[in-house]
């Protein structure tokens, strides 16, 4: 089993163990349910999950109470791109997809613009998920939310992920993905 990097977030560090305590399917992902029965309280209003069908089709199954309330809308239901500038959707969909095929887990930074034009980066884990119905992959996510920095962002855009940096590969005990994400 990996460790994370020195320096990541204490509470990415703390979501990562409490997946990592839990039974794994074929020794590499737990199961949903196992989850939710041990989703540690304090976390779970930034935790996102999307289902994953294909490698362009993501739908958002559970979006936390405070991803909700940064977001001003409720996207559970609706296609995991909404979230994202339609510019960095292909890295996005290429990410998700290589950590749920492999699988491995992810470290990112998001970049999200505000309505108002202020910026945030948000560091973040990705970690595959089994759910019930096998006939789709799932990919749970946890968000740290850091300060927000005012900057002169364009007015047109609404709360969404501008950038996505893919800041390490977490090693589950299927190897890291080799791709290239596209830019």
Same mark, same amino acid.
Do not use: H
């Given at each position: ?29 737990p199961r ?12 779970q209003?930034?935790?996102?999950? !999307? ?7 993501? /739908?958002v199954?559970? $979006? +936390?109470?405070?991803?909700? %309330?940064? *977001? ?28 749920v ?23 973040s ?6 759910? !019930? ?7 749970? /996510?946890?968000?740290? $939310? +850091?300060?927000?920095?005012? %900057?002169? *962002?364009?007015q ?18 299927a ?9």
């Amino acid at each position: 089993m990996s460790s994370l990097p020195a320096g990541t977030d204490k509470s990415i560090c703390d979501f990562f163990d409490n997946w990592s305590s839990l039974p794994k399917i074929d020794g590499l992902a737990p199961r949903l349910s196992d989850y939710l029965d041990r989703a540690p309280a304090k976390l779970q209003p930034y935790v996102g999950i !999307a289902d994953v069908v294909g490698p362009e089709a993501m /739908t958002v199954r559970l $979006f +936390g109470t405070q991803l909700v %309330e940064r *977001a001003q809308f409720e996207p559970t239901g609706q296609s995991l791109g909404v979230l994202y500038d339609p510019v960095i959707r292909a890295r996005m969909f290429a990410l998700v997809w290589s950590a749920v095929t492999q699988p491995a887990g992810y470290l990112c930074t998001r970049r999200v613009v505000a309505k108002s034009g202020i910026v945030a980066n948000n560091p973040s884990i990705g970690l595959p998920i089994v759910v !019930a119905n096998r006939a789709y992959r799932s990919l749970i /996510t946890y968000s740290v $939310f +850091g300060p927000m920095i005012p %900057e002169l *962002a364009p007015q047109d855009k609404f709360e969404i992920v501008t950038t996505i940096a893919l800041d390490a590969w977490i090693d589950l005990g299927a190897g890291r993905p080799d791709v290239a994400l596209p830019d």
